[in-house]
């Protein structure tokens, strides 16, 4: 088999359709993953333990399962249950697996975030009077969640890397996009070389910035004091 | 008499299977200064933390205004306190910790205003006015811009003092404040206490190790010795004239210092 620049140039333009879909789906599985931790969060403080470990344990059993089988249950499976079941189209399914799965990792980082926070703040919030809810939006979650912007990062970054899983179970980006003109035209090195570039242009130049996100928010509190 | 504004009426507070406090009994009157003293782990941080609400005692009753603080009525049965019921009686108390809890991400005189603005309400310029003044006289004027992390030891502790005075408590509450500064800031901080138990209608709580500034400013010093007021009085009875033996070893080691 030889290597055709034809073809190569031919196939940019088809899969540079499937990266808006592979970018729009990295970004929808992740919004679901920044929302969904904090359910994981706040079911994890209920100062219940029952509720408590069900859903740790619920939580460490996603982490510890292959995105894939599960994306396979909530495509495949999840319809043919009774009562519960629901059939959802490629998409939403990819959107619910993946993001599902990676909330259990922004879950940790905001536990993490969280609990770097001094006790003392809680403290001196309470014996200012704070509500609740306020002590979570004004001192602990804006102390918690910056120093991990860069983890968070990373994970997407990770995110966007597994997003072509979806093409398993149809989702039409890049991926798949790949494999349909490889079948249709016995070619496939060009393509998935064509693949393969476009996450290499997008992931290396997100890690870079995530390198300068990290040390702009390890310095966070140090810089204000560089400026007296 | 007066009715007291705080009142502890037997009450006592174990951390799993050690008893901390064993049945205190004290009433404060409004505007009190009351100085607590005593070797470290006898209990004085949890009294004054149990009336923060930072801690949950495990028997007996605090009141505020006459209002228990654990237990709320509704008709005539009792709960126990909901968010609710502590934070209206919360109102009436502020505290000054030993490592300041400052909020890092907030400027000093973002510290100050936060809680009037929020928990009550009040118009930001008005805050912000009030902020400035309250900032002003504890020396702060041209720092009200800067970080916590910029300024000094004594510098946060008299923004905390600020910003607890803020919310204009009738009781407050101060642990130890001046012992995390180097020695050269602890005159500043006292001094802006002085200056407050001296005009001030509102009642203190005041864990100290430094007894001439007791002696200053204290209407009356409890003695507190695991997990028991050993002895009360008034300063001179009981820092120059003590009874128990305890309190006088106590006190001896102090005389280096005086
Ligand atoms: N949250 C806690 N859990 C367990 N033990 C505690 C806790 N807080 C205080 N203690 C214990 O209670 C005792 C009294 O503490 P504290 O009130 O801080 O004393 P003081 O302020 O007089 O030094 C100490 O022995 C301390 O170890
Ligand atoms: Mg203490």
Redesign the pocket.
Known sequence: MTWSWDVFFNVIPLIFKGLWITLGLTIACYAFAMVFGFFWVFMSRIPWKPVNWLFRWLAEFIRSTPPLVQLFFIYYAWPSIPVIGVALNPFAAAILGLGLHFSTYTSEVYRSGIESVEKGQWEAATALNLSTKQKWLHIILPQAIPPTIPMLGNYLIIMFKEVPLASTIGVVAMLHIANDYGAQYYKFVEPLTVVALFFLLLSYPSALLIRKLEKKYNRRFDKRTATL | MVAPIVQYKNVRKA??D?E??RGINLDITPGEKVALI??????????I?LLMTL?EPSSGVIEVNGENLWQMKKGNKTFPADEKHLRAIRGDIGMVFQHFNLFPHMTILENCMLAPTIVKKKEKATVRATALEMLDKVGLADKVDLYPSQLSGGQKQRVAMARALMMKPKVMLF??VTSALDPELVGEVLEVIRDLAKSGEMAMIL?THEMDFALDIADRVLF?NE?VIEEEGHPEEILVNPKSERLQEFLSRFTSSR
Do not use: A, Q
């Not at chain 2, 470290?40 to 949890?46: Q, Y």
């Open positions: 951390f799993g050690v901390v406090l005593g070797p470290s782990g006898s209990g004085k941080t949890t009294i933390r801690e642990d130890e864990v507190l997990g």
